[in-house]
């Protein structure tokens, strides 16, 4: 009944998160994926060419590639050749293979237990019946008229449940959670105890007995499929009602640029509501640009190399001093250094918010130049072609196009613009040539206007709507201090951590809220002229 | 017809004890301050003041063309008020 396991069909990223335990050889993984990526289409299609992240122009991708990971990578990653790449994807996929394995073991496991445990619910009420007419037939009392409205009665009862059992449980699994779903197991426990220690009473009492009452045994089914049914109400009231009421509100923080969203959830355990946020997450954060950190980085980056503390009176104090007043005098040195460095960095800090400031404005400038470029050169664009109406189409045959065509053919005329706009707002990695002209093709045969078509291009969306490339981080890790399978409480704090960052989640319990009610009568509305005042001296 | 102007003394044994009565009217409104209600058993009472009468001098200021406010105003700054009454 409980599918929680992983996702099917996509272990070649699921691969990538088994080895969390292993953190040293998780973060290599990390950054020869990302450099994985962007070559291993490269090493791997050899007849066709590649498709190409940025519009054109592999010269400038290498060069961004590299600058993505310039403060990152440990090792260096020096060009090169296709074989060692080649080579590492067969041990990234041996390294899959195996642990796909593992993860298609839990899950088929689960699932026959699940399906172990429904084919017990609906053929115990059907054995009920059928064995006494099989063990004892010639003792057995007929079945009167009520008896056989009792049959109906369980057939239908069967039915609903059975359809109710669909409905609930065999929905496609959403997600792979770390530990059990707490309630799900309870409830097939539950449910296992239940049907167990009625077919002790059945075989102690019946069976052993032989029971010659017929009806009274159609009863016992018929309460058998009653209480299921009541187990089942119990199952939806636990499983998706109880959480519908709002009880906290969260606040998620992406590490990276500070994106924030509230989100209104029940009570649910920490990983189930991890579950939520992160499908709220692809829904409504923008996508994570990590290339519009690169001028903070590069700030931070010059901070630091900028000082450096030069003793010129002697050695350092490295042993322990003897005495109190050597001591002071290490102590007052170090102090004075630390002082020196914090003063001398404060100094500096001054020209550069001057630089930030002119650069904002002038970046400022140069993307609205950019985007007015852009806007007129793709509304011209859209004019050269008109939709043909039907009678027209059988007049002239000669230069019609479908979609596709007619996009390819209006694309050079502003991909010029296009690609410089990207690159102005650093988006040209999110968008390869393929997708905007699908994009372009998509809006001709919509009807749309060149500001419907260049509006996913002007403000960066949510993450689902880019290619699957930026999928990548769909395997997350839960980390959360308290253990993942307790309930949300107010003030609890965990970290959903993906390959290039991370979502901080704080929790607030919605406050009760005491109302009162005050009545007021409607003729109780009236109003005087205000002349003159009085005032009582 | 003019009415003779009477002098009402009144002195106020606390600072924040009331007068007694209430006044009306200012120059926003083109007309003068007037009494319009006196408390029963207050000082005012005691001292003749009327419904009304119309408050021409208190302490030596004239109460000619004073808005509402100030009137009240000046009941705030005196232990002591000399009224002219009509």
Redesign the interface.
Known sequence: MDTESTYSGYSYYSGRSRGSHRHGERSRDRHKTRNKDSRSEKSVTINTPPAEPLLGDSAVRGEQVQDDNWGETTTAVTGTSEHSLSQEDIVRITKDLEDSVGLDCRRYFTLALAVILGLLVFLTPLAFLVLPHLLWPEKLQSCGTACEGLFISVAFKLLILLLAVWALFFRPPRAGLPRVFVFRALLAVLVLLFVVSYWLFYGVRILDSQDENYQGIVQYAVSLVDALLFIHYLAIVLLELRQLQPCFSVCVTRSTDGEIRHYNLGQLSIQRAALAILEHYYCDFPVNNPALLSASKSRAAKHLAGLKVYNVDGEFPAAPAEGPGNNAAAAGLVHSQSRAMIAAAARRRDTSHNELYYEEAEHERRVRKRKARLVVAVEEAFTHIKRMQEEEQKKAPGDVMDPREAAQAIFPSMARALQKYLRTTKQQHCHSMESIQQHLAFCITNNMTPKAFLESYLTPGPTLQYSRDHWRARQWTLISEASVTSGLKDGSIFLLKCVDFSLVVTTKKIPYIQMSEEYIDPKSHKFVLR??????? | MSYPIRQVTMKRHKSNE??G??????SE?GVGIYV??V?PGSLAEKQGLRIGDQIMKVNDKVFDKVT?AEA?KV?DLVRSLVLSAL
């Open positions: 002349l003159q005042s009085e005032t009582s001296v | 009331g007068l009565f209430s006044i009306r009217g200012g409104h319009s209600l408390e509402h009240v009941r």
